[in-house]
């Protein structure tokens, strides 16, 4: 019925990890800063910033 089931568990580990790489920045940020504006761009520059990290 489904072909490449056994790819699941990897997309489901792929998913867990992004959401915990992604939420905790978001999450530190949210309850430091007290302005949504700069809290937005300390997050959004972490984020362009590591994405050379991941990659080699």
């Known amino acids: 019925m489904v072909t490449n089931g ?3 568990f990897q997309v489901v ?4 990890v992004f959401l ?3 939420g905790a920045p978001a999450f530190f940020v949210a ?3 007290r ?4 809290a937005t761009g300390v997050y ?3 984020m362009f910033a590591s ?5 080699g």
């Open 6 to 8: 056994e790819d699941l």
């Open 13 to 16: 580990l792929a998913m867990v």
């Open 20 to 22: 915990l790489a992604y």
């Open 31 to 33: 309850v430091l800063a």
């Open 35 to 38: 302005r949504l504006a700069p």
């Open 44 to 46: 959004l520059g972490v």
């Open 51 to 55: 994405q050379g990290v991941g990659r």
